[in-house]
């Protein structure tokens, strides 16, 4: 390969994973009318369309979706393999990029963290917050943490936390006015607070509930949609309704009466957090010991 058809082909990653001519040119340090003449040149080469463009938005074509899904593994790894030689540093270095869910990066990230950037000031940390289940390949990510029932049987998986539970709960002056359900099925008759995915075309999450062997997925309806489980919290804490947050997301409020818990005999424990990668990626020194500092060792 060329030099010319590399850095175009950089030029096409950026674009087609920002979805943003402006955003691709800032990060790549060009203006946006030099970036789409690379583009044009570059599809005029090879003779084939690569991106859709209208005045709104900026999407792959399906030849363009087989070119991104097909090539930016292939430079992720190269950039790994540079990333890598940095064992030969004497002090560990680099960025790590890693995706999580709200309540995970809180908990569980950061306290890691508190553990290796101080004593290691060449490591950077960049933190995407994202409830769906990122393709890490494709989006340039490290490694993502989610609970270990929702990672790809083809990654590594490292258990970061101990089991986890979900949790239903509401305001005591939403339980003034209702009465507390004692089923699943109850939900019916109260507004709870949704979490739209950006997976699956952005659907509603689904309650999941289990008792006794008998598992029930309800999906619950009310007033408020949200896309994060911060705003599930303040909306549960302000009377909005009822809210299914991880239980350690809810507990410290529950501890303080700011929130009722209720269908806790509903919830069992299911699998902790994980930190997941994949299994080809050759790890830096940094990456290393962030994952040393993540791992649950148990109490």
């Given at each position: 390969?060329?030099?010319d ?5 950089l ?20 203006t ?27 999407t ?6 087989r ?39 809180a908990?569980?990230l ?23 289940l ?33 949790a ?31 997976t ?6 689904v ?12 999906r ?54 994980h930190?997941?990668y ?5 790890p830096t ?7 040393e500092?993540?791992?649950y060792?148990?109490?």
């Open positions: 390969m060329n030099r058809n590399a850095s175009d082909l030029a096409f990653l950026a674009v087609a994973r920002e979805r943003s001519f402006t955003r691709a040119a800032a990060q790549l340090g060009m946006q009318s030099a970036l789409s003449q690379i583009i044009r040149n570059l599809e005029e080469r090879i003779g084939v369309r690569l991106l859709n463009r209208t005045t709104r938005s900026v792959p074509t399906q030849a363009g979706e070119l991104f899904l097909s090539i930016g593994p292939k430079f992720n790894e190269m950039d790994a393999e540079l990333a890598a030689l940095s064992e030969f540093r004497e002090k560990p270095a680099g960025t790590v990029r890693l995706t999580a869910t709200e309540y995970a990066a908990e569980i950061l306290p890691a963290l508190n553990k290796i950037l101080p004593t290691h000031p060449d490591i950077h940390v960049e933190v995407v917050i994202d409830y769906g990122t393709n890490i390949v494709a989006q340039q990510v490290d490694a993502g943490i989610r609970p270990g029932e929702l990672v790809a049987k083809d990654m590594i998986a490292v258990r970061v936390s101990p089991d986890l539970r979900m239903v709960v509401g305001s005591p002056a939403y339980f003034a006015e209702r009465k507390r359900p004692k089923t699943p099925q109850d939900l019916t008759h109260h507004n709870c607070l949704n979490l739209r995915l950006p699956h075309g952005g659907s509603i999450y309650w999941e509930f289990e008792k006794n062997g008998r598992e029930l997925n309800v619950v309806e009310g007033q408020l949609v949200f896309n994060t489980a911060g705003l599930l919290l303040q909306g549960a804490l302000r009377g909005f309704g009822l809210a299914y947050l991880t239980e350690g997301h809810a507990q410290p409020y529950i501890a303080k009466g700011q929130l009722v818990r209720v269908l806790a005999d509903w919830c069992p424990p299911f699998s902790g957090y930190l997941y994949p299994s080809r990626r050759q020194p940094a990456f290393s010991l962030l994952v500092a993540l791992r060792r148990g109490k």
